[in-house]
Structures are given as C-alpha cells and as structure tokens.
C-alpha cells in the first residue's frame, strides 16, 4: 500500500512559477513509476508529467514541455513538479499516482495503482 500526499499548490499569476511536492508513506517507493496529473473543471483528467522508478526518464504532455519539470528524490520518497511560465490554462487539481512496483510509466489514469488527493494550482490572469 502506499499512500501519496500532495502540497505546494496555491495562487500565482501566469508567469510565475509553483514547486508541487508528492510525498509517499511506503519504504519501496523508490520501486514505483511515478505520474503527475491533472483536472480542470468540467474536464477529464490529463496526463502531465513522469518519470520512471530510477529517475532516469522523464515524460511531458506537449503543453508543458519546456515549462514543467519532474524530479525525484528517493531518499525523501517524493517526487517533485517545477511548474515555470504558469499560463491561466495549467489551473487545475493536480495529482500524483504511483504505479508498479518495478512498472512502466503510462500516461493513462487506468494503469496507476495509488492516487493522492489533489492539490489546487490557480493560475490569474
């Protein structure tokens, strides 16, 4: 079981920037791939970001390339997304979802094990 705790999120005007913060209870999170998330209202939930359980490979929905970053630490069992150039259309909740142990990134919501609660980003004009 593990359990994936969100923070960081807040209010910023676009262009700013936010560091969002995923944090896990289980001693193997260092096994699990790693996905970030997110959903704005009225829509589905979207791929953003992953990256692998090494941390050697990263992956980026197109509109965040450049802009966003995943990382991990695993000796803090968290991963984190730097999200630079905020623009009004990153506002959403963002999660993060493990999946494995020992799993290959997706970017389907289908194939992630573990979800966190979410955490607001708000993104002004």
């Known amino acids: 079981q593990v359990q994936l705790v969100e923070s960081g999120g807040g209010l910023v005007q676009a262009g700013g920037s936010l560091r969002l913060s995923c944090a896990a209870s289980a001693r193997t999170f260092s096994s699990y791939a790693i996905g970030w998330f997110r959903q704005a209202p009225g829509k589905e939930r979207e791929f953003v970001a992953a990256i692998t359980w090494t941390g050697s490979t990263t992956y980026y929905q197109g509109s965040v390339k450049g802009r966003f970053t995943i990382s991990r630490d695993n000796a803090k069992n968290t991963v984190y997304l730097q999200m630079n150039s905020l623009k009004p259309e990153d506002t959403a909740v963002y999660y993060c979802?493990?999946?494995?142990?020992?799993?290959?990134?997706?970017?389907?919501?289908?194939?992630?094990?573990?979800w966190g609660q979410g955490t607001q980003v708000t993104v002004s004009s």
């Open positions: 979802a493990a999946r494995g142990p020992y799993s290959r990134t997706s970017n389907y919501t289908r194939d992630y094990d573990y």
